[in-house]
C-alpha cells in the first residue's frame, strides 16, 4: 500500500517538473568544479567567501582530526563536548558581543532546537512567509499558536501581533497591549532570505518586538561573514546592537565553508536550550576537527575582509551586465542574485543550457521556493574572478539569443 502511493506521489512530482536529482562532484567546493566528466564553472555555492578549500581551514581540520579523533562519540550533555567546541563558542561569543553561544550540528537542528525548546502550546511564534524551511519545521514542531506575516511586510505583522490579545473583541487594535495576550511571543525572520538575497528590515522588527513585548530571533546563514565590515552579519550591516536582537542562529555551512551551526544568546536562553533543545541533547555532537577549522574560518572572517570587498565588486559586477542584456534578477545586493523565470521546466532548459556552455546554476524550484516563481539561484564567491563572471554573463547572453526565456 505504501509503495502505491509513494509511486504516485514520486510520479506527480515528476510530472510537475519537480522532480530532484542529485550529481555527485568529484572535486572540492570551489569555482571550478569537476563532475563526471566534465569540469564546470559553479555558481551554486553558499560558500560566499571561499573557506570550504582554504588551506589554513583544511589544515586547522586535519589537526583537528589527529588531536580529537574523527568521531566525538557522544552528545553533548554525555562526553561529546571538547575543548575545540568550548573554545569556538567563546570566541564567536567575543566576536558577536553576545554573553553567550551554544554550537549545534547544524542550522536545520539549531533552529529546530531552539524554537521547541522556548516555546509552548499557548505561546505565540510570528514568522517572515519566505523564512527559511527550518523555521518553519521548527514552529510547527513547537506547538506554538504559529503566524505567518506577508514578506517583509511589517504591517501584516503587526496585524498578527495584534491578534491574540484581541479576539475578545477590542476594538482598537493599534491599542492592544500585551498583557492582554496569554503566553510568550517570538518574532522570527531569515535575515538575508535565503531564496532571494533580499534583507529583512531588522530595526523595524527589533522596535516592533519592544512594543509589543515580543522576543526576536534572526537567523542570519546568509548575513554572517558575508555582511558588515567586519562579516558580523545583518546586525553590523543594519549598526544594531546586541541588545536589540534577541537570538542570533546562523550556519557554518555557508560563509565559514565547514558545517555546523550556532546560537547566540543570553545566558537564560543558551541554559534553555541545553536542557530543553532536543536536537541538541538527544544528539550526538559535530567532530570537534569541524570547530577547529570553524576556529580558522572566524578568524579569516575577521581578517580577510578583501574577501567582502571583492564579493560586493562581483556582485556589482554582475548586476550591471545582467542590466545590460535585460535579465530579470530579483532586487539584491547580496551574493545571492536569482534570475527570475516562473515555470519550472523553463528554469530547467535554462539552467541545462548554460550547463552546456560549461557553466553550473542550479534552478530552484517549489518547493524551495512559491509555485511559478522557479528561479536560478545565481551565487557568487570571493574566489570567482571578474573574468569568470563575464563567462557567466556572456553565457546567459547566448541563452537569450536561443530565445528559452519569454519575455
Ligand atoms: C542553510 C540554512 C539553514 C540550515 O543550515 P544548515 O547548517 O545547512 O542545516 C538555516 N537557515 C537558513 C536561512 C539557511 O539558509
Redesign the pocket.
Known sequence: MLEILLKKRLDDRKSKVLYRVRHARFSPQKPEVVYQGRSLLSFSS?DYLGLANHPEVVSAFQRGAEKYGVGSGASSVISGYTSAHAALEEELSEFLGYPRVLL????????LGVLKALLKKGDHLFQDKL?????IDGGLFSGAHFKRYLHNDLSSLKRELCRPGCESGHPEREQCHPSLCEGSRLIVS?????MDGDLAHIPDLSRLARQYAATLMI????GMGVLGATGRGSLEHHGLKVGDVDIL??????SFGA???FVAANEMIIESCIQFARTYTYHTNFPAAIAEACRVSLQLIQKESWRREKLQKLVHLFKKGAKELGLKLSPSDTPIQPLMIGDEATALAVSDSLYQKGILALALRAPSVPKGSARLRITFSAEHTEEQVQQLLHALEMVNHEKIIAR
Open positions: 553558499n549545534f550540528s547544524n542550522g536545520y537542528m539549531a533552529n523564512n527559511h524551511a527550518s523555521l531569515d535575515g538575508v532570505f535565503s537567523d542570519d546563514a546568509h542562529t546562523a550556519s557554518f555551512g555557508k558545517s555546523g551551526a
